[in-house]
């Protein structure tokens, strides 16, 4: 499903990625471990077509992305990448509801099918009581729920997670790990997951392991 070919990315004098390659197959859990500072965000970022390398190729379902212009760009990350932060990045003046609904509006998608897939998501995920509480009136582990709709929201093929629970107690924690197991077993989506947790890495179907801008073999 994605293949990357030798991403090279430099900031400055930095060479943050010195030729990263591998791939992942569709229905695929990966996580992605190594050191602050071994690229893990920053290849995250341009997989998710956030940044953009300086060399190399990434194809998804062979096409190459890293070939599209701006605008089409946009489109496709709209349409098949949906992203879950650490820091959830919920916007704190609109509720929860109107959170999750944002992406489907921004993809020009008809406005009261987007309201109804939101709300289905949210009761899924256990948040049918707070449709219209804003983010500061939701606990830590609410809002990464929150933020998990708002990404499944487009139904995206791929699901990109940087350090999601980084910022919850074990609780909330194990209950978000589960809830990509059971969101891959019941849609097929495929997740890429950043994080330093290492009960989670060890539950992915694979583990990549990066130092220094490359993955180790």
Avoid: W
């Amino acid at each position: 499903m994605i293949k990357v070919e030798n991403i090279r990315k430099k900031y400055g004098d930095l060479e943050v990625l010195r030729g990263v390659n591998f791939s992942i197959d569709k229905g695929e859990i990966v996580s992605i471990v190594g050191a602050s500072g071994a690229g893990k965000t920053t290849l995250l970022q341009i997989l998710g077509t956030l940044d953009q390398a300086d060399e190399g190729i990434i194809s998804f379902e062979d096409k190459d992305i890293s070939a599209l212009k701006r605008n089409d760009l946009s489109k496709f990350r709209n349409e098949n990448i949906g992203f879950v932060f650490q820091f959830h990045h919920l916007l704190p003046e609109f509720s929860a509801l109107e959170n999750v609904c944002l992406p489907g509006y921004i993809g020009k998608r008809n406005k009261k099918e987007v309201e109804i897939r939101a709300k289905e998501l949210l009761t899924k995920l256990g948040l049918e009581h707070r449709f219209h509480h804003k983010p500061a009136e939701m606990s830590g582990g609410e809002q990464q729920r929150a933020s998990v709709a708002r990404a499944l929201i487009n139904s995206p093929k791929l699901i990109l997670a940087d350090e999601p629970s980084g910022n919850l107690d074990s609780e909330n924690a194990r209950e978000l790990h589960q809830l990509f197991f059971d969101l891959r077993k019941e849609t097929s989506q495929t997740f890429v997951i950043v994080t330093h947790n290492e009960q989670l890495a060890d539950m992915a179907d694979r583990k990549i392991t990066m130092k220094d801008g490359v993955v180790l073999v």
